[in-house]
Each structure stands twice: as C-alpha cells, then as structure tokens.
C-alpha cells in the first residue's frame, strides 16, 4: 500500500504509511518539513508508530475527538510544561532491544 501525504502548509506536510519493524507491524505518522532551498519533503522529529493492532481504536478515538465542541476541550500552556519539574516520559531503545 503506497504512503499517504497530507500536506497541512507549503512548509509542512504528515505522511501516514503502513510499516514492518523488526516483523511487526506498524502505521507510521511522521511530521515532514521542506524549505524554500531544499522542495523535497524531508523528515521533522516529530512522529510516531502505532501498532497496527491498536490503530482502528485509536483511529476512533481521534474521529471521536475532532468533533468535539471547543469547551471540551483541555488548555495546555506549553511554556509552562517546559518551565515544569515534570519531563514527558522518554524511553530510549538500542537496536535490538525488544
């Protein structure tokens, strides 16, 4: 199945593909970034792989919540999460590692 890419902005663009790590499978969302000297669509640091096996729940779920009133919504004050003692969870893997 071929990739998908949805381009939000001229800069800025989210490629959705279905992937294999390692044999299992994934649905890869990846943030891509270009520029005005590089038109290629390159890969931003931002992304994540579902497994497949998850991925028609959580796909609910985000349709779910893309509809939902503004008020339902939760504000999230970003420079206050940077200035916190709390850091977002990070689990760094070596290769090969399970």
Do not use: F
Not at 60 to 89: H, Q
């Amino acid at each position: 199945m071929p990739r998908k890419t949805i381009e939000i902005t001229d800069n800025k663009a989210v490629r959705i593909e279905p992937v294999k790590i390692s044999g299992k499978r994934y649905i890869s969302v990846r943030q891509l970034y270009r520029t005005t000297k590089n038109p290629n669509w390159m890969h931003g640091r931002q992304g994540i792989n579902i497994d497949a096996d998850d991925a028609p729940r959580i796909a609910k779920i985000i349709e779910r919540y893309a509809t939902l009133d503004e008020s339902e919504y939760t504000d999230v004050d970003l420079d206050a999460e940077k200035d916190g003692d709390e850091k977002p969870a990070r689990t760094v893997r070596k290769r090969g590692d399970k």
